[in-house]
């Protein structure tokens, strides 16, 4: 059988287009390998968001080279084929993010299934081939976005907003459902903005009518019995519609809301989409609904031109604003980004201190926060076992990048059951928990 071999890398959206190239290549009677020196030839998804994420697949496409010799780049490093064969004149294709088809031709051609494929052999669950955990998944339910935020350069990269039909997605939805998944992690550029792009066209799912919009994919995916986690959510009016579905239970209470920064003026060079709503009064009108909701969000500091004053005021806003989970990042040049030009570059030592006083205010936010959850009761989905321990997230957790719930003596316990605890202890970011009787 002719083996593939995979490396992939980015984000969860790049990890959905690994899942759909490898199903595929299943499909047709391919094996995936995870060795190079077993496989016939190896395909790296890339990343190249940021400089790191650039440094990064070219650092995998090299060490692919020398230890396989057979390479095919896709992803979104693609879009620069041209620097990718200057540096690797020996890869044999490369293609962009998404290309999918071309991809696979590219497959057919340096490596051809000689064998006759059996479909009742080389089974393909329904799903597809998914390269979580099998107790959750990510559901991508639209590629690009419309937004030109001046340090970004995914749209150059996946282009504008083309969403799925609603149909489309919730057909996926259950499916993963049904073969058991726990957990679906909606992503994609633009979550809220789902279905301008399609004029929130009408179709039909489980005899009922739903519009190809953000309102009516949350109420459809709510109706499915397991956690629905947001992701990628711009502040947009319209999503305050979704609150009252976390607060019966329908959705979990997670916003993972990308706010960037505080400042008017510097959202405005950012180019932030909803950069005018008053965040602060719509995270109180949401949290009056349902006080259990769990915030995460990013930020940039160092912007190009950000002065003392208004660094504070974002402090001042994580101070106000509470937010349960936060992520950070100091500004840094991405070629092709029109921030590059921007005048009055922040020092980098300046960046640097700003991003430790920021993450020491918000760890100290996250600590009292975890804190007021001493003593309550948690329903979590484990993830792992480690002896006696077992891994856990609550629904305030998304996986790989916000906390977790370790309990004791719960080796018994096995990956994606959901159980009660009870929180016994804390730290900046984790909870310590024991199970109810």
Same mark, same amino acid.
Request: net charge positive; no cysteine.
């Given at each position: 059988m002719a083996k593939i071999g995979f490396v992939s890398l980015g984000c969860p959206k790049? $990890?959905?287009?690994?899942? +759909?190239?490898?199903? #595929? $290549? &299943?499909?047709?009677?391919?094996d995936i390998t995870p060795h190079y020196h077993d496989a016939n030839l190896v395909i790296v998804n890339t990343c190249g968001f940021i400089d790191s994420a650039v440094n990064e697949s070219m650092d995998a496409i090299s060490e692919a080279l020398t230890e396989n010799g057979s390479v095919i780049v896709t992803g979104c490093l693609g879009v620069k084929s041209e620097s990718i064969y200057k540096r690797f004149p020996k890869v044999l294709a490369v293609t962009g993010p998404q290309r999918y088809e071309e991809v696979l031709s590219a497959v057919h051609a340096h490596l051809p299934v000689t064998h006759t494929h059996d479909p009742h052999i080389s089974l393909v669950p329904p799903q597809g081939i998914k390269l979580t955990p099998k107790h959750y998944a990510y559901l991508k339910i639209s590629e690009g976005c419309n937004h030109r935020c001046t340090f970004c350069i995914i749209p150059s990269m996946r282009g504008d907003l083309v969403s799925r039909p609603i149909d489309d997605v919730l057909k996926e939805a259950a499916k993963l459902t049904a073969a058991g998944v726990k957990e679906l992690l909606v992503i994609s550029q633009d979550t809220s903005a789902y279905g301008v792009d399609l &004029?929130? %066209?009408?179709? %039909?799912? +489980?005899? &009922?009518?739903? #519009?190809t919009r953000f309102y009516d994919l949350c109420a459809a995916l709510g109706e499915l019995g397991i956690w629905v986690r947001l992701h990628y959510v711009y502040p947009y009016p319209h999503v305050d519609k979704v609150i009252p579905l976390m607060q019966e239970g329908k959705i $979990? *209470?997670? $916003?993972?809301? *990308?706010? #960037?920064?505080?400042? *008017? +003026?510097?959202l405005k060079l950012m180019k932030r989409p909803a950069s005018s709503e008053n965040n602060l009064k719509r995270i109180q009108a949401w949290r009056n609904i349902c006080p259990d909701l769990t915030i995460r969000s990013t930020f940039i500091v160092g912007f190009p031109g950000e002065t003392d004053a208004e660094f504070n005021e974002l402090l001042e806003f994580l101070e106000e604003a509470q937010l349960d989970r936060v992520g950070c990042f100091t500004y840094s040049p991405v070629e092709g980004a029109k921030a590059n030009d921007l005048p009055h570059l922040i020092p980098e030592d300046v960046k640097q201190a700003r991003y430790e006083q920021f993450m020491q205010v918000q760890a100290n936010i996250s600590a009292q926060r975890l804190q007021k959850k001493i003593g309550k009761t948690l329903t979590v989905l484990i993830d792992e076992i480690d002896g006696d321990l077992a891994i856990a997230r609550s629904y305030a957790d998304a996986p790989e990048i916000d906390g977790k719930v370790y309990i004791a003596d719960a080796g018994d316990l096995k990956p994606g059951q959901v159980v009660a605890v009870q929180v016994v202890g804390s730290d900046e970011y984790d909870l310590d928990a024991v199970l109810m009787s």
């Open positions: 790049a $990890l959905v287009d690994s899942e +759909r190239i490898i199903t #595929q $290549l &299943k499909i047709e009677g391919y &004029k929130y %066209q009408t179709a %039909q799912w +489980r005899d &009922k009518s739903y #519009q $979990l *209470p997670y $916003l993972d809301i *990308p706010f #960037q920064h505080a400042n *008017p +003026r510097i």
